[in-house]
């Protein structure tokens, strides 16, 4: 009877399997797949194509996503470039104007791939919802994001009151190319 236990015992501990958690997930694994235009021309009478999968309003809309998002905008020395929002090296974050659209998705595109003169590409270096989180905080410093998710901040360095009191505006959709960045005639 008492080997029995014992291999009773034996046998339901090797058929336990450790707890397996992925602490941080595969950057490339989960990568949405939108399909943005950065500008409005297109080749024949129709505009670009757009494909968006409706993953911006989880977190435009969501306090805790856009708080995670100012975390990692620290973490991740953005302010370094865009001086608390308010540009310096970087363009700045707290206007309505967009280079490359003003929509949740094309900063993520921005965040993922980069940009030219400066802007790093942060693909594979984070996983894809801490770059929506990123995207949906600095959306929040122009205010186009529910003024009642918007998360607060410290106001010691910043030029403005917080995001949670500024009242909401929508973003400039599409993007306007400075003089600096025009063809030449």
């Not at 009642?148 to 995001?163: N, Y």
Request: proline share 8%; with cysteine.
């Amino acid at each position: 009877m008492r080997t029995l236990a014992i291999a009773l015992v034996l046998l339901s501990l090797a058929a336990c399997q450790r707890e397996e958690r992925a602490l941080r997930g595969d950057p490339m694994a989960d990568e949405s797949r939108e399909k943005i235009a950065l500008t409005s021309l297109s080749p024949g009478d129709s505009g670009p194509i757009e494909v968006r999968t409706g993953r911006g309003e989880e977190y435009t809309g969501n306090a805790y996503h856009q708080s995670e998002g100012k975390k990692l905008f620290k973490q991740m020395n953005c302010n370094g470039c865009h001086a608390n929002g308010g540009g310096g090296m970087g363009v700045p974050l707290m206007d309505d104007t967009w280079i490359y659209g003003g929509r949740i998705e094309n900063v993520v595109q921005t965040i993922r791939e980069g940009r030219p003169n400066g802007m790093p590409s942060f693909r594979g270096k984070l996983p894809d919802e801490q770059i929506w989180q990123l995207a949906a905080y600095v959306l929040s410093m122009s205010r186009a994001v529910p003024q009642d998710v918007a998360p607060s901040r410290d106001d010691d360095m910043h030029p403005r009151p917080a995001e949670s009191r500024q009242p909401a505006v929508t973003g400039v959709q599409g993007g306007t190319v400075p003089p600096s960045g025009e063809a030449p005639q």
